[in-house]
């Protein structure tokens, strides 16, 4: 958050079998899309943010914190592969 302060956000994220995250980390969609783009493909929605969930919204978070979509993919595939070893 601005001025370095820390805010939760917690994400709900779309579940894929190991076939369907293998095929889309290869796709050409997910290769050529934007951050947007990639975000949406694998998020719900999201919780502690007052915003709506859609592409502008999340379009008007990356612009202002430019470390968010490396984070919110980080923490999607995290929680893919943690889920598989719980398994």
């Known amino acids: 958050a601005p001025g370095g302060a820390e805010h939760e ?14 095929a889309l980390l ?5 290769k050529e899309g934007s951050d947007v783009d990639n975000t949406m493909a694998v998020t719900a929605g999201w919780e502690g943010i007052d915003a709506p969930f859609n ?19 980080k923490a999607f595939v995290t929680g ?8």
Do not use: R
């Open 26 to 30: 290869n796709s050409e969609a997910w």
């Open 80 to 87: 893919q592969v943690g889920a598989k070893l719980g398994n």
């Open 55 to 73: 592409a502008d919204s999340v379009a008007t978070l990356f612009q202002h914190y430019q470390s968010a979509p490396a984070a919110f993919i």
């Open 9 to 22: 956000v917690t994400l709900v994220f779309k579940h894929h079998t190991k076939d369907e995250m293998e």
